[in-house]
Antibody, heavy 123, light 111 residues
Framework: QVQLQESGPGLVKPSETLSLTCTVS??????????CSWIRQPPGKGLEWIGY???????NYNPSLKSRVTISVDTSKNQFSLKLSSVTAADTALYYC???????????????WGQGTLVTVSS | QSVLTQPPSVSAAPGQKVTISCSGS????????VSWYQQLPGTAPKLLIY???KRPSGIPDRFSGSKSGTSATLGITGLQTGDEADYYC????????????FGGGTKLTVL
């Protein structure tokens, strides 16, 4: 059974960089079948896709966040990571990692999801 | 404002049926698969329907999905109080700035 677990600081200061890690168990991120994705949810609001990375290193980011986002993968640790720079209060959210599936047209679905980790941006 | 449009809320009595719509365009729903996610209070979203109308293992057949043109619909029959949750549709958007898009979410209340 594949499981994902997010980890990282719960509090980040404005203008600094948010860094989170997703540890995958029950499957290998280098299996080549899945796209390691990040999704966030501001308190009381809906879901927003942040981006994904494929084992080859290929990435795709939400255009609204692209200038500030970096997603990377560490196959030796079976982890993938998110960095979001120059954060503001608007980046306060629950951050989820999820396994994405790909078909010829694009991403297909997300399953499973991690439990999520709350990151608050505040001084 | 979300690329995919969902009603903010729907409600129905236990045992009844409810549908949740998800409206998009030719660059997203019209030419790509739609998936649906259930988010119970205080929990992470869970895949409910994928590739428009397929159910993952363990999802009861009370849940169904369909797609027509640039719209998709989630149906839930035999409503239970445990179905109270937020429901999100999502799909790939193949426009110039290709990426994944979610609907704004629909809060289901079982009266």
């Amino acid at each position: 059974q594949v499981q994902l677990q997010e980890s990282g600081p719960g509090l980040v200061k404005p203008s600094e960089t948010l860094s989170l890690t997703c540890t995958v168990s029950g499957a290998s991120v280098s299996s080549g079948r899945y796209y390691c994705s990040w999704i966030r949810q501001p308190p009381g609001k809906g879901l927003e896709w942040i981006g994904y990375i494929y084992v080859s290193g290929s990435t795709n980011y939400n255009p609204s966040l692209k200038s500030r986002v970096t997603i990377s993968v560490d196959t030796s640790k079976n982890q993938f990571s998110l960095k979001l720079s120059s954060v503001t209060a608007a980046d306060t959210a629950l951050y989820y990692c999820a396994r994405g599936s790909w078909y010829w047209g694009g991403l297909n679905w997300f399953d499973p999801w991690g439990q999520g980790t709350l990151v608050t941006v505040s001084s | 404002q979300s690329v995919l449009t969902q009603p903010p809320s729907v409600s129905a009595a236990p045992g009844q049926k409810v549908t949740i719509s998800c409206s998009g365009s030719s660059s997203n729903i019209g030419n790509n698969y739609v998936s649906w996610y259930q988010q119970l209070p205080g929990t992470a979203p869970k895949l409910l329907i994928y590739e428009n109308n397929k159910r993952p293992s363990g999802i009861p057949d009370r849940f169904s999905g369909s797609k027509s043109g640039t719209s998709a619909t989630l149906g839930i029959t035999g409503l239970q109080t445990g179905d109270e949750a937020d429901y999100y549709c999502g799909t790939w958007d193949s426009s110039l700035s290709a990426g994944w898009v979610f609907g704004g979410g629909t809060k289901l209340t079982v009266l």
